[in-house]
């Protein structure tokens, strides 16, 4: 049965934990849940091709809305018809908004000031002065022509007080119903999902208005927004969002990380730990962490981890990675991040496999 | 018939150039010259693993005996057995003496001096002393495992006065004298070839003097020593070499460099040109020369070059690589790594096709 674009079904569920096995359809194939997206910033993943990416065994990635945007620009993704045949990619391709690194400059460099209806700033490579509304976050999406967007949001830190957490949940509210507004209204959005941002930092009562709000509205599946600081409000929120709909655990990630929101039902992960880790020589291996750098690995014939598959553990001694690493060799990256992702992927493959009733 | 390992022979000709299409039984496999061997430095080529070269279609790469030697150091290579299990290699490895660089260091940097029976230098990293020897270059270059290896010269600059010139000769004869008589009585000299290299700057008369007194000694091969800076000293010097012996030009090759020198004549070519040159996004293509951070590649959809069978060529857009390019990312490094050496390869298997008398 030809399911339509955005069904998110679960198939099967743990009987220990809330953790559950799912199906999102996308224009490009069903991802299974829980899925993990590796943060392709640039339309590039650091050190990989698509190809590679294909090897690995990935089943989607995240671009970066706001760098792409910058560079190359939209101009050039326009050319190529769209960032899939800009970069090669069939797969799914996850857009995140923008919004996190525009507010980033707007409280990190104080490169920017939020209104009522958009954010102005100055992107940190040119200097030029943008504009970005919720509309322009979904037009921009739409020509880069992703599969799965995400509404502009207004976060704040998990330590705002009570009216700046009041004033970010209304932004995001009013934003996401332009945001649905601008994205069903548009042609182009017939064969893509769009996704909200529950707001609220660390309230509970206010992650519950935030969400009651946006349901409102009505999504297929919402994004944790901001830093997870305590574990019992990530779960509260896992909890506010119906069994139906997807949720997705934005920027958190490391191993332990993920078992533990997938034990709370979170169904589809982002993040840069397992990539940026990789590059700074910290690799993970069925036997937990290994820093590479570590002179203890200088001699050490066998390979980074005996139980995976991928091109570095399949080919290379620890010594010869720590080598790489210590002469700040590029191969020496490439291959920890391919290690990584690979590691990620098999992670992910186990957990789906353990949810089974 | 199985030949003996060191044997080359030349098996057609070029009927309007010197040029002539040979083959060299290694305990490796044959190379079939005209050959090129990129320069893995630290026993890793910028960028890519030994499935990449294996891909790439190359016949033999070049490691450097002084880098090696530093980092990782002997030791690490001797629990592997060896430089192709280190790096996971299983074609031919040819390794230079150390000589060059260590020259570089007395000269350029002042970190050392030439006695009459070596060198003392301090090298580039940790400031230690060493004393190279022509009987240490060449246990080291056993130790490596490497299969062809390389006597220890004494260069000089082409613009050397004849008192510099001829101690270069002499120092270069002595040295491997003793180099030969090192190798031949090391039992782990029995499945590998030593090559000398012909010292004499731009004159003739004693490029012809440098000759004579190696061949006296008796090697395989001999490398042209020296930047070659005059055409005719070039030419005159392969004419020394008998028929029979490969000709190894040392450290030259643009693409006209190596097409001249085949005319010439040369058979063996080392060169960091393709690789350092796509890592700095200049790309040979089969129209020519290609500035990949030009502006006019930044909405060019087209392959970088459309003959081309590589990765990048096959895969992505020259806008996507200008795109990799401008944000720095390593892939596209990679990728026109990948490029130039495939090039390169295809290059040398054209001119091969071409001699055929």
Same mark, same amino acid.
């Given at each position: 049965?030809?399911?339509?674009?955005?069904?998110?079904?679960?198939?099967?569920?743990?009987?220990?934990?809330?953790?559950?096995?799912?199906?999102?359809?996308?224009?490009?194939?069903? $991802?299974?849940? =829980?899925?993990?997206? =590796?943060? !392709?910033?640039?339309?590039?993943?650091?050190?990989?091709?698509?190809?590679?990416?294909?090897?690995?065994?990935?089943? /989607?990635?995240?671009?970066?809305?706001?760098?792409? @945007?910058?560079?190359?620009?939209?101009?050039? #993704?326009?050319?190529? @018809?769209?960032?899939?045949?800009?970069?090669?990619?069939?797969? =799914? %391709?996850?857009?995140?908004?923008?919004?996190?690194?525009?507010?980033? *400059?707007?409280?990190?460099?104080?490169?920017?000031?939020?209104?009522? @209806?958009?954010?102005?700033? &100055?992107?940190?490579?040119?200097?030029?002065?943008?504009?970005?509304?919720?509309?322009?976050?979904?037009? #921009?999406?739409?020509?880069?022509?992703?599969?799965?967007?995400?509404?502009?949001? +207004? =976060?704040?830190?998990?330590?705002?007080?009570?009216?700046?957490?009041? +004033?970010?949940?209304? &932004?995001?509210?009013?934003? !996401?119903? $332009?945001?649905?507004?601008?994205?069903?209204?548009?042609?182009?959005?017939?064969?893509? %999902?769009?996704?909200?941002?529950?707001?609220?930092?660390?309230?509970?009562?206010?992650?519950?208005?935030?969400?009651?709000?946006?349901?409102?509205?009505?999504?297929?599946?919402?994004?944790?927004?901001?830093?997870?600081? +305590?574990?019992?409000?990530?779960?509260?929120?896992?909890?506010?969002?119906?069994?139906?709909?997807?949720?997705?655990?934005?920027?958190?990630?490391?191993?332990?990380? #993920?078992?533990?929101?997938?034990?709370?039902?979170?169904?589809?992960?982002?993040?840069?730990?397992?990539?940026?880790?990789?590059?700074?020589?910290?690799?993970?291996?069925?036997?937990?962490?290994? &820093?590479?750098?570590? !002179?203890?690995?200088?001699?050490?014939?066998?390979?980074?981890?005996?139980?995976?598959?991928?091109?570095?553990?399949?080919? +290379?001694?620890?010594?010869?990675?720590?080598? *790489?690493?210590? $002469?700040?060799?590029?191969?020496?990256?490439?291959?920890?991040?391919?290690?990584?992702?690979?590691?990620?992927?098999? /992670? /992910?493959?186990? /957990?789906?496999?353990? $949810? @089974?009733?």
């Amino acid at each position: 049965m030809e399911m339509p674009i955005g069904t998110f079904e679960v198939v099967a569920k743990d009987n220990k934990t809330k953790a559950r096995r799912g199906r999102l359809y996308t224009r490009r194939g069903i $991802i299974e849940t =829980p899925a993990f997206a =590796p943060d !392709a910033t640039y339309a590039v993943l650091k050190h990989l091709s698509t190809h590679d990416l294909e090897k690995i065994g990935l089943q /989607m990635i995240l671009t970066n809305t706001y760098h792409v @945007n910058i560079r190359p620009g939209l101009e050039v #993704i326009k050319e190529h @018809n769209g960032i899939h045949n800009f970069l090669k990619y069939d797969k =799914p %391709i996850l857009t995140d908004s923008g919004g996190w690194q525009v507010f980033s *400059l707007v409280y990190e460099s104080k490169m920017g000031k939020v209104l009522d @209806n958009g954010v102005k700033f &100055r992107d940190h490579i040119s200097g030029d002065e943008h504009f970005l509304t919720p509309q322009k976050a979904i037009d #921009i999406q739409l020509t880069l022509d992703s599969d799965i967007l995400m509404v502009l949001d +207004y =976060p704040v830190s998990p330590n705002a007080n009570k009216k700046d957490n009041l +004033y970010s949940i209304s &932004r995001t509210t009013a934003w !996401a119903k $332009i945001s649905k507004d601008t994205f069903v209204k548009d042609e182009r959005s017939r064969d893509k %999902i769009l996704y909200g941002i529950i707001q609220g930092a660390n309230d509970k009562d206010l992650r519950k208005k935030s969400f009651e709000e946006l349901e409102q509205i009505g999504f297929g599946g919402y994004g944790f927004g901001g830093v997870p600081l +305590y574990d019992d409000v990530v779960e509260y929120t896992a909890d506010l969002i119906p069994d139906s709909k997807l949720r997705y655990m934005m920027g958190s990630g490391t191993p332990d990380d #993920i078992k533990k929101y997938v034990a709370m039902g979170y169904d589809l992960f982002d993040c840069v730990v397992p990539t940026r880790n990789a590059r700074h020589g910290l690799l993970y291996t069925s036997e937990g962490e290994m &820093r590479i750098t570590n !002179a203890k690995f200088k001699f050490d014939k066998k390979p980074v981890d005996e139980k995976c598959d991928c091109e570095l553990c399949t080919t +290379y001694s620890r010594s010869y990675l720590h080598h *790489l690493f210590k $002469i700040k060799e590029p191969l020496g990256r490439r291959l920890a991040t391919i290690h990584n992702l690979r590691f990620y992927v098999k /992670m /992910m493959e186990e /957990m789906r496999k353990l $949810i @089974n009733h």
